[in-house]
Nanobody, 119 residues
């Protein structure tokens, strides 16, 4: 079981990007998905999370601008980022708690995807 993140890139201030996090392998269920980010010189911080029931939470810095959602049929989570600011520039990581087909829980990380917000 693994996670594959995609969708990063360069955006102008005020622009939008959508990140995707696809889980693959022998999956029974995905309990929890989250996005973290890490800017140079900073610690990794939690940006947004969503439970299997669809309950979401956001950091204060992105609340009202970012939306986390998931497509359970595709085992994929998303982070829609609107009204981007230069301070959103970071490497973004997806994280998920997955129960595999042997009913073993796995806390997995995707590879980082770079988001750069600059004019």
């Amino acid at each position: 079981v693994q996670l594959q993140a995609s969708g990063g890139g360069l955006a102008q201030p005020g622009g939008s990007l959508r990140l995707s996090c696809a889980a693959s392998g022998s999956i029974f269920s995905i309990n929890y998905m989250a996005w973290y980010r890490q800017a140079p010189g900073n610690q990794r911080e939690l940006v947004a999370s969503i439970t299997s029931g669809g309950n979401s939470e956001y950091s204060d810095s992105v609340k009202g601008r970012f939306t986390i959602f998931r497509d359970n049929a595709k085992n994929t989570g998303y982070l829609q980022m609107n009204s981007l600011k230069p301070e959103d520039t970071a490497v973004y990581y997806c994280n998920a708690l997955i129960r595999d087909s042997k009913f073993i829980y796995r806390n997995l990380w995707g590879q980082g995807t770079q988001v750069t917000v600059s004019s």
